[in-house]
């Protein structure tokens, strides 16, 4: 069994307010969890109105696995034209 963490930095350059921004990460974090069977969850600035960090956890049988399901993960994130990935950081466990 092999598991790992992905830890997002986001930057939101266009929401003025907490509604705003949850209107844009709200996706992301759904979108995650119904594509690719993961956890997730908005981790840090969740006080900042242009700020958000969300981790995602996965759990698979192989490491070849695990990393391909993380790279597709962080594809995706990169896709919202709204935001912009300011760091990314992974942890194998």
Do not use: N, Y
Request: negative net charge; glycine residues 4%; charged residues 25%.
């Amino acid at each position: 069994m092999h598991a790992a963490a992905l830890e997002l930095d986001l930057h939101l350059p266009h929401p003025r307010s907490l509604k705003a921004k949850r209107a844009v990460v709200k996706p992301v974090i759904e979108g995650c969890r119904r594509r690719f069977g993961v956890s997730v969850a908005e981790v840090d600035h969740q006080d900042q109105w242009q700020r958000a960090g969300i981790a995602i956890a996965a759990v698979a049988s192989s490491h070849r696995q695990l990393e391909e399901v993380l790279d597709a993960v962080e594809r995706f994130v990169w896709s919202f034209p709204e935001l912009e990935v300011v760091s990314c950081e992974r942890t194998w466990i």
